[in-house]
């Protein structure tokens, strides 16, 4: 028993030593329990955000109104899908599967990004979307490239060239309705208004309010705080909104001369976690449809492995 | 216009219309397939189709006035002057019922393709040589999961031969021709489709076989497109993809 424990502080030791290093933890390495649970947490909540994110995007696909803009949109929308699968077999590696990790996500015992329990309710949010959500999701990202976990890691390198891409196209449908007519313009301004704040929130609460955050640091889950990464978009953003026009809503956003950042009213918590909690727009509404459409296609799935069983007897 | 240049205007907007209603209804899809692996690969041959469509339609504007756009021809046409076949404006149904659409429709894209590619006018050529290695794909994807789903199940059994049942009526519709088939056919710069009925037809008997399912007997078919005579379902599809140009016209988007 004692030879044990020792043992455990012996490999943890190390596995920290390596952490501070910077060397990579990988899936065959020792690792504490606890750390790989975290990283299902939330390497499964990032992929399940990649899917869940299709749907309010997918809500547009069909109403887009060029065939360049539809083209964009659906390129788009696959690529959280292909983001979506990778994430799911990064997290493979740490001993789950994607179809309990499914599971957990329809029970609700898995978390996705709550921006995405907003509805789009014009086209502009499909701007907006890309813009803010996935120019917040790089900012975050890149950040995770950083982390300790090399799949994790690798995974985010990989994915962030793709937001890139996808941060521009939504600026430039916010750039082309802002150069556009009354309505076009009252519509990005109306999204804006909309998406600003959710924006804000998806790097998480402050970092004396975040439950994971000091244990996350210290294993390089994460390696900047909420605060930093927030302020970090902000800076970014403001300047591209004025820059076509926009006008933030928040009449409190002052620049400091001093620190160079700009500053925004205290964020509304108490909506944060009330979406958090289940009682967003959607959330309801995200669940359900993932849930209908994977029952539908369970025959689909069924079939497709009888078929390939009877393949293998075959050969 | 004279009229080679009417017919190949008209010519196009039918292989145009054909793959943007296709692929429009394939992006119905998005966020619903049965696995993700799947949603992606509908969405995939979606956004090939309305690639298709995009180049068919932007040479359809070479004939007409100067500041006509693929996406005029796309958005601001209504639903007597699409001349798709009524086949791929029919509604996906489930998972089975989508993959015999796309399958009936991509073995026939596949055959036409491949006569276009020696048409004697060279953008056609050109769009239908580089269009087949897409087309071979979509084939292989939807024959692979009718031969899966027929040896599956015998719910996909059921299901698959239900949807070949089912959309045979509408299948004869992509074989029809007019006036302008005749002129562009003495031109060389098309065939007669009746030519690649038979080829069309071998290929669905060869891949309904493996699949263990019948060859439908319904002799019913319910033809039109070409005329703009279409099913209730095209007016929808149009409503909805049309929505945001019809709302705001002359906005830049
Ligand atoms: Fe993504
Ligand atoms: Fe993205």
Request: with cysteine; hydrophobic share 35%.
């Given at each position: 028993?004692?030879?044990?424990?020792?043992?455990?502080?012996?490999?943890?030791?190390?596995?920290?030593?390596?952490?501070?290093?910077?060397?990579?933890?990988?899936?065959?390495?020792?690792?504490?329990?606890?750390?790989?649970?975290?990283?299902?947490?939330?390497?499964?909540?990032?992929?399940?955000?990649?899917?869940?994110?299709?749907?309010?995007?997918?809500?547009?696909?069909?109403?887009?109104?060029?065939?360049?803009?539809?083209?964009?949109?659906?390129?788009?929308?696959?690529?959280?899908?292909?983001?979506?699968?990778?994430?799911?077999?990064?997290?493979?590696?740490?001993?789950?599967?994607?179809?309990?990790?499914?599971?957990?996500?329809?029970?609700?015992?898995?978390?996705?990004?709550?921006?995405?329990?907003?509805?789009?309710?014009?086209?502009?949010?499909?701007?907006?979307?890309?813009?803010?959500?996935?120019?917040?999701?790089?900012?975050?990202?890149?950040?995770?490239?950083?982390?300790?976990?090399?799949?994790?890691?690798?995974?985010?390198?990989?994915?962030?060239?793709?937001?890139?891409?996808?941060?521009?196209?939504?600026?430039?449908?916010?750039?082309?309705?802002?150069?556009?007519?009354?309505?076009?313009?009252?519509?990005?301004?109306?999204s804006l208004n909309r998406w600003w704040e959710p924006s804000l929130m998806m790097f998480g609460p402050h970092d004396s309010e975040s439950t994971h955050s000091e244990q996350s640091m210290k294993w390089k889950i994460k390696v900047e705080s909420n605060d930093n990464l927030r302020q970090r978009f902000i800076n970014k953003t403001v300047d591209q909104a004025h820059h076509i026009g926009l006008t933030i809503p928040d009449k409190n956003l002052t620049y400091n001369k001093e620190t160079r950042n700009w500053e925004i009213s205290p964020i509304n918590w108490e909506e944060f976690?009330?979406?958090?909690?289940?009682?967003?727009?959607?959330?309801?509404?995200?669940?359900?449809?993932?849930?209908?459409?994977?029952?539908e296609g369970q025959w689909v799935r069924e079939a497709a492995l009888v078929f390939a069983k009877k393949e293998m007897e075959i050969q | 216009m004279n009229s080679t240049n009417n017919a190949l205007y008209n010519y196009c907007l039918r292989l145009a219309d054909n793959n943007l209603i296709l692929g429009q209804r394939l992006a119905e899809w998005c966020s619903q397939g049965p696995t993700l692996e799947e949603d992606l690969a509908l969405t995939n041959i979606s956004l090939d189709l309305i690639g298709q469509a995009e180049s068919f339609y932007e040479f359809a504007t070479t004939f007409t006035e100067a500041n006509c756009t693929a996406d005029d021809l796309a958005f601001l046409r209504s639903e007597r002057e699409f001349v798709n076949n009524v086949l791929v404006e029919q509604p996906n149904g489930d998972f089975a019922y989508t993959i015999m659409k796309q399958f009936l429709f991509s073995t026939f894209a596949k055959h036409l393709y491949t006569a276009l590619a020696n048409s004697s006018n060279q953008t056609i050529c050109g769009l239908a040589t580089k269009g087949l290695k897409e087309v071979n794909y979509h084939y292989m994807h939807s024959s692979q999961w009718l031969i899966r789903l027929g040896n599956g199940t015998d719910k996909s059994k059921e299901k698959i031969q239900f949807a070949a049942n089912d959309l045979w009526c509408f299948t004869k519709d992509m074989f029809e021709m007019n006036s302008v088939d005749t002129l562009l056919i003495e031109q060389n710069i098309t065939i007669n489709l009746s030519t690649i009925y038979t080829p069309w037809k071998n290929d669905i008997e060869q891949v309904f076989k493996i699949a263990t399912i019948d060859l439908p007997t319904d002799t019913n078919k319910i033809i039109g497109g070409i005329k703009g005579i279409h099913t209730e379902h095209l007016g929808h599809i149009l409503c909805e993809m049309q929505y945001l140009q019809r709302a705001h016209p002359g906005a830049k988007w």
């Open positions: 028993m004692q030879k044990n424990e020792s043992s455990i502080s012996f490999l943890e030791k190390q596995f920290q030593e390596k952490i501070n290093n910077d060397i990579k933890i990988e899936p065959k390495d020792w690792m504490p329990e606890a750390y790989r649970n975290n990283l299902i947490r939330q390497m499964s909540q990032h992929a399940h955000s990649e899917i869940i994110g299709m749907q309010p995007e997918g809500n547009w696909v069909l109403r887009a109104p060029t065939l360049r803009a539809k083209k964009i949109l659906l390129a788009k929308i696959q690529d959280e899908a292909g983001h979506g699968l990778y994430l799911y077999s990064a997290t493979e590696t740490l001993g789950i599967d994607r179809k309990e990790m499914i599971e957990q996500l329809q029970q609700g015992k898995a978390k996705y990004s709550s921006i995405f329990n907003y509805p789009t309710l014009n086209w502009a949010d499909i701007g907006a979307v890309g813009w803010l959500v996935d120019g917040a999701a790089i900012v975050n990202q890149t950040m995770l490239a950083r982390g300790s976990y090399g799949p994790y890691s690798r995974a985010m390198l990989r994915i962030c060239k793709e937001e890139g891409f996808h941060q521009r196209q939504g600026y430039e449908i916010m750039a082309k309705m802002m150069a556009g007519n009354a309505s076009q313009k009252e519509m990005a301004q109306d976690w009330n979406v958090v909690k289940g009682n967003g727009p959607c959330n309801r509404q995200r669940i359900a449809h993932h849930t209908k459409y994977h029952n | -």
